[in-house]
């Protein structure tokens, strides 16, 4: 059927295609039904929405199919069933605990970016990767669908680093060190982020704070070629287009499966050319990885994976048992880690994890010797060198260079938990502190999160101030507060643990 394109002023987060409901009848469509929108030579695809908004001969585009496809007012196109997509089969094989074929994962891939899948879909093929895994073949599939069905970037400056973390610990900042501390070495490091995934903060989410995460990549050359460093979301390019897709239904269920962690990360460094790659793997209690054991079989495979992508992978394995820093939460984070790359002084765990990924890639890249990175990072952080990168960053990400620490925006409602018995901190619950900041808002409210007055080993008295909650409504304050209260975030502990009586 012909129709009259019409731009509806909306984002739906989905392809979405408004049409009469005299015309569904005639083409046989109905609610999320998946269209077919034929225009010369492309064809887009999109989900159904019947509404009288629009007249009959006329179909409502979202604003988001613009963001990727150039459709014009009053444009006339062909619209008609598409019908369902051959991949569905094999994300049933999937979910039946199948090997997948490389061209059939080429096809759950291509279908995902050309929004063939719905949510509904996507959600059931992440859920079918968390229970039944991927093997290595599959995951190197993967992982080079997702690039190739994006853009990829050529930068001259060479060699290019890369760092990334597998995310899943609060307040892990560490990257918005570490990147200015590798370029002020002279190393080109073109790092991109994902948003939050599992956590109330992703490096997009508090980077995004401080300047633009949402660049082309020829504005990322042309940043990466001047200054040899970017600090972008992956999101907003067509760099991988597939993985932010899929981290929507991750985000939503709040999971990360092993396989496509794998590919999610690996592809965008792919996609950016990087050479040298260091993976940050957080191990310990309530984060992805909970043993040593486990770490060091997803190391292998982060190490594999290079290898068949010809890229050098090294591994960190780091401390995940509790929060990095004192604050969890975007803007609480950026303030946390603008203050010590201004002062190049900070949380012992910021400073430490940042500095010690950060030395690793500086031998990496040949410019500290062997063992000397850490100490050559230290001195690069503590001389403002790093923070003067980072100025460069953020002024040429187009954001303001000499914004303060107080500056930033926080959210003006609070609530302070103090300890109720004196002792020791003997734990700090990872996932009640990210669903504390969660309940609060972050990450979508930038100012939402919270601020630790107390680490692991630290000895406190009864009514000390443990931590803050911040929020930018008390609606969202008092889910908080609740969400605490039902939850033992922190942990404080006598030297006499309990005391057994004649039961
Ligand atoms: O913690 P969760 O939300 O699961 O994982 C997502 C986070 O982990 C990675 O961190 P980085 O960009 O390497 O610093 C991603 O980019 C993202 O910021
Ligand atoms: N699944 C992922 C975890 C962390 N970072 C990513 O980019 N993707």
Redesign the pocket.
């Known amino acids: 059927m012909k129709a009259k394109i019409r731009i509806l002023d909306v984002y739906t987060g989905r392809f979405t295609v408004v049409i009469n409901e005299n015309d569904a009848k005639k083409v046989k469509l109905h609610p999320e039904d998946l269209v077919k929108i034929e225009s010369g030579k492309k064809t887009v695809y999109g989900d159904v929405v019947i509404s009288n908004m629009v007249e009959e001969g006329e179909i409502g585009l979202s604003k988001d199919i613009l963001q990727v496809h150039s459709f014009s007012q009053g444009e006339i196109v062909n619209i008609a069933p598409a019908g369902t997509p051959e991949s569905i089969r094999y994300i049933k094989k999937k979910m039946h605990g199948e090997k997948l074929r490389k061209v059939e994962i080429e096809s759950i891939i291509k279908d995902i970016v050309d929004r063939k899948l719905r949510e509904i879909e996507i959600s059931a093929f992440v859920t079918a990767l968390e229970i039944n895994g991927l093997d290595m073949d599959e995951i190197a599939a993967l992982t080079v669908a997702m690039a190739e069905t994006g853009d990829m970037l050529d930068i001259d400056r060479k060699p290019i680093m890369d ?7 609060p307040g ?1 900042k ?2 918005i060190l570490v990147v200015p501390i590798v370029a002020a070495a002279g190393l080109t490091i073109p ?1 991109t ?7 109330a903060a ?3 989410d508090v980077v995004e704070v401080l300047t633009n995460v949402s660049l082309s990549l020829d504005e990322i050359k042309r940043i990466v070629e001047k200054i040899g460093a970017c600090l972008v979301w992956g999101g907003a390019l067509n760099l991988a287009p597939a993985d932010d897709i899929t981290i929507k239904a991750e985000r939503a269920l709040s999971i ?1 499966p092993r396989g496509l962690m794998l590919a999610s990360i690996m592809s965008k460094k792919y996609a950016m050319g990087s050479q040298y790659i260091l993976i ?1 793997i957080p191990t310990g209690k309530g984060v ?1 990885v909970e043993t040593m054991e486990e770490a060091r079989s997803l190391a292998r495979d982060f190490i594999e994976l290079g290898k068949r992508l010809g890229q050098y992978v090294e591994v960190a394995i780091t401390y995940g048992g509790q929060p990095v820093g004192h604050t969890v939460g975007p803007a609480l984070e950026a303030k946390e880690a603008l203050q010590t790359l201004m002062t190049g002084k900070g949380p012992g765990s910021l400073v430490e994890k940042a500095t010690g990924l950060a030395g690793i890639l500086l031998e990496m890249g040949g410019v500290a010797p062997a063992g000397m990175g850490k100490k050559m990072a230290k001195e690069i952080l503590e001389s403002g060198k790093a923070y003067q990168k980072m100025r460069e960053i953020i002024e040429e990400q187009g954001g303001n260079p000499d914004i303060k620490p107080e500056e930033i925006p926080i959210g003006d409602k609070t609530y302070t938990f103090t300890a109720p018995t004196s002792g020791y901190v003997t734990f700090i619950d990872n996932k009640a502190i990210t669903g504390i900041a969660r309940a609060a808002g972050a990450p979508e409210d930038k100012g939402a999160g919270l601020e630790l007055y107390v680490k692991v080993g630290e000895k406190v008295k009864e009514g000390d101030p443990l931590f803050t909650i911040y929020a930018e409504s008390e609606a969202r304050l008092d889910q908080a507060i609740i969400y605490a209260r039902r939850t033992e975030p922190i942990r404080i502990e006598g030297m006499v643990l309990q005391r057994i009586g004649n039961i």
């Open positions: 760092v990334h973390s597998i995310g899943g610990v892990n560490t990257n790092k982020s994902s948003r939050a995934i599992t956590s992703g490096t997009a990360d940050d992805k």
